[in-house]
């Protein structure tokens, strides 16, 4: 297994480029190309004079090839091979022909081309340094590049504590960005640099019938789901029993011609669960339903592991219970895992009517009221950063660029002109691509499978955009026409129960197996030295201080993963 590099660095006199295998850190003028240790399946790809390297899997590499005609790579060609060469025939406009999971550098001429898929599936990673570039896949490669000066990026702090991941093209590293999707990136060797939107979505409004939206609808999940399906092989699907992962189990039960296998996930105590309703689908669907239940012990034990997996942090708890689906599911045979990730961003889920019900109430008719009722809306720690950053952190934050700006160009009218869809777009291209997607990448690569989300699917997006606001959020009704979609595959208990999500012993596990590990981090010598929490701060929400409800836990859970995150990437003060 392994990740990808690329390095740009002047050419010769000559304008010599080369593209070679193994350490591209030699120094040589020109793009050096090679791969490096870590999750994940990347390859350097050839055609004609174009080199390139990275992670690909395409879903419709037969109507690429179709379309390349006699250009198209010989049978059994990687999927690599396949869009480096629609590029190299069709440039950008054959990239977003492309439907698929993938991160590219291409050596193109003395320059070097990074391409992103169009939802933000695969990561890309870049950063400047002196006269060179370097590209990956992993942030950690670019990160450890020894040219480069980097540090602690203190406003990404702030993001990350407000979002809980980091929405745009900021990483926790000064000097590296990461690539927002459905974007071509050219960096040439005079360090300038130059970006290209290849895909983004559109509102398209079309005003037929409910039932015409439906049926077109559910032609494009099947179309998405049986395009997942691994041929001739066991498929894995992660089951939680809400509408989303429960449409999937059910349209690759339908579509595949190999076992389905479910797995859901359980925790010790007496948190509620979903339980009853993922296995009312599994037993409806038919499928090898497995359950797993995660004690706290466990969670302690492999959270450090699990954080240092990520190129960036995520304030999710359920990151070490998505590794052990992933690990159990391989573990039975299964190089593919489906999910029902997406139907939130896309259709309209929870977060949306509460800001419908803000527009409606809104007495500030400033420009950034919008996107600063979308910050509160996390309810993570946007409103406690003055008591929670140390005075040297506020200081040195100040001046610092507001993080409405991060939200207010998806907010306003432009692209969307509806307020629902503006939030769906708000969501998938900050919280579908930065969070939802990479995690879900990372952890599944690192055990050895490919997680595969049939509802970030670009047509299933696309049509979204185009059913009318009142046919996604009919009432209080969420993801109605997605539910009216599927309404014949389920039972009407799944199909019209509302959403509640898993509960997460959050505050259990930080009072019982990590009460110990969170003190010693959050408290010790290294946070200290890193001076960017109030240590009084800490210890109040330790102690549990001034709550009646323990919402401290979720605050902690933040701060916790990412001092363990830092300490992974040897981040020091």
């Known amino acids: 297994m392994a990740q990808w590099c690329a390095f740009l660095t002047p050419a010769d006199p000559a304008g010599a480029v080369r593209a070679v295998g193994g350490d591209p850190a030699g120094g040589a003028a020109g793009a050096a190309l090679g791969l490096l240790p870590g999750p994940g399946a990347a390859a350097v790809f050839t055609a004609g004079a174009y080199r390139a390297a990275g992670t690909v899997t395409l879903f419709n590499a037969p109507a690429l090839r179709t379309a390349l005609g006699p250009e198209a790579p010989p049978p059994g060609a990687a999927d690599g091979e396949v869009l480096l060469r629609t590029w190299a025939r069709f440039g950008a406009a054959g990239i977003a022909r492309a439907d698929g999971m993938f991160a590219l550098a291409i050596v193109d001429g003395d320059d070097l081309v990074l391409v992103r898929d ?128 429960s449409l999937v189990t059910a349209l690759a039960t339908a579509h595949h011609d190999r076992p389905v296998r479910t797995y859901s996930i359980a925790f010790t105590g ?88 803000f527009e409606l109430t809104r007495d500030d008719p400033g420009p950034n009221a919008r996107a600063a009722a979308y910050l509160d809306s996390y309810r993570k720690c ?27 160009p998806y907010l306003t009218p432009g692209a969307m002109t509806s307020l629902l869809n503006q939030l769906l777009h708000t969501n ?68 019209d129960r509302p959403k509640s999500g898993m509960r997460v012993p959050v505050q259990q596990w930080l009072s019982g197996p990590l009460r110990e590990l969170g003190h010693d981090l959050l408290l010790g010598r290294s946070a200290r030295a890193r001076d960017l929490f109030r240590q009084d701060t800490i210890r109040s929400w330790l102690r549990g201080d001034g709550a009646l409800l323990p919402r401290q836990g979720g605050k902690l859970w933040l701060v916790l993963s990412l001092e363990l995150w830092l300490r992974a990437f040897e981040v020091g003060p």
Do not use: Q
């Open 270 to 357: 007496t948190t509620p669960n979903e339980l009853a309703y993922s296995g009312l689908v599994a037993a409806h669907c038919r499928t090898e339903h497995r359950v797993l239940t995660v004690p706290g012990e466990t969670v302690a034990a492999r959270l450090a592991e699990t954080v240092g997996l990520l190129d960036c942090p995520v304030g999710d708890p359920l990151t070490v219970p998505n590794l052990l689906l992933a690990e159990a599911a391989a573990a039975d045979g299964a190089r593919v895992v489906l999910n029902g990730e997406g139907g939130d961003p896309v259709f309209g889920g929870p977060k949306n009517l509460p800001m419908l019900i």
């Open 428 to 495: 998938l291209r900050t919280k579908g691509a930065h969070h939802i997607l990479t995690k879900v990448e990372r952890l599944t690569a690192a055990a050895g499978v490919e997680g595969r989300a049939p509802l970030f699917d670009r047509a299933v997006i696309d049509h979204s955009f185009r059913v009318p606001p009142r046919l996604k959020l009919a009432g209080t009704s969420e993801k109605w026409i997605l539910k009216e979609a599927v309404r014949d595959l389920l039972p009407a208990t799944i199909v």
């Open 118 to 245: 169009h939802v933000g599936a695969r990561t890309l990673f870049h950063a400047r340094s002196g006269n060179a570039w370097a590209a990956s896949g992993s942030i950690r490669a670019v990160a450890g590049w020894p040219a480069l000066r980097t540090g602690l990026d203190l406003a990404a702090v702030r993001a990350f504590l407000t979002f809980a991941y980091l929405p745009g093209r900021a990483t926790l590293f000064r000097g590296v960005e990461e690539m927002l999707p459905g974007r071509c990136v050219r960096l040439r060797p005079d360090g300038t640099s130059t970006e290209e939107t290849y895909w983004e979505p559109a509102e398209a409004v079309d005003e037929r019938s409910a039932r015409a939206h439906a049926e077109i609808l559910r032609a494009r999940l099947e179309d998405a789901t049986a395009r997942r399906l691994p041929p001739g092989d066991p498929v894995a699907v992660l089951l939680s029993g809400g509408i989303d992962s």
């Open 382 to 408: 946007h409103g406690d950063l003055p008591v929670l950053l140390t005075p040297a952190t506020l200081d040195a934050l100040d001046g610092a660029p507001p993080l409405t700006d991060l939200l207010t």
